[in-house]
């Protein structure tokens, strides 16, 4: 079996921290004083498996489209 | 000429008509609450979204029961044409023609609204704002067009329907509307 490393790419030009991928990846993310999401990693931040729909849903729902998944 | 068919029909065009505009008058709350990043309604902020969209969807879905029935009801006296082009209607154009504008703009609204991740964040919201007209021009046609439209208990539904729209706008409008606003604004003083 192959390794397939999902990471979810936050841009911050887009972001305006509304806050929904915090509440779908609480695992990964957590809001700053202004309400962006901060997650380890910087803007390019890892997701293991068992997160990966959780990605895709926040990916999905992001009212910017600020989020975008990389295999 | 079945006349119980007629009444049922007719029954229906209206009911859903009536259950089409308090699920429009939702959406819009929904919308708005969605929009202002905050946890609305007692729902997580992606909740929000998401019942949104699908309130949205069944106002829709009443709306095409609505204007098919009435298509089919003989007294309506709806033409095809009356779906799409407005003012153009045999009984009452102008109310009438005010559903189609109405009617026009919810599939475009809707099928914006699905291919939103497709067409893009600046697109989508563009086209979105529509529903600012789509929903009072529906309110002002169920009144005008309606056969139960100046009755007193739509015209409390209606009342209820606009001071709840109305107080989400003024709430909109307003610059603490979006979470994090005042944090941000001060930062950036
Ligand atoms: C009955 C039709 C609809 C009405 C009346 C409606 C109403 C609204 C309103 C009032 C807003 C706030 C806009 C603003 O002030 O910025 C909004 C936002 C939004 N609507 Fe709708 N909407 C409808 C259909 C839909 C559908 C079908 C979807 C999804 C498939 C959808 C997705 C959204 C999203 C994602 C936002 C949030 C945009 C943001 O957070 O920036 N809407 N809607």
New interface residues.
Partial sequence: MTERKVTMHIDWTRCDGRGLCVELLPELLTRDDWGYPVGRGGSEIAIPQNLEYAAQDAAALCPTQALRLHK | MNSVFDQALWAVGRGSGVVAIVLLTLSVLLGIG??S?RAVFGM???AV??VHRNVSLFSLLFVVVHVVSLFLDPFAQLRLVDFFIPFLGAFKPFWLGLGTIAFDLLVVVTITALLR?RI??RMFKAVHWLVYAMWPVSVLHAIGNGTNGREPWFLVLAVFCVMAVGGAIAWRLHEDFV??RN??RQ?TR
Avoid: I, S, W
């Fill in positions: 969605g929009r990043g997580p902020r992606f979204t998401l991740n893009g964040p979470e994090y944090v941000r930062e």
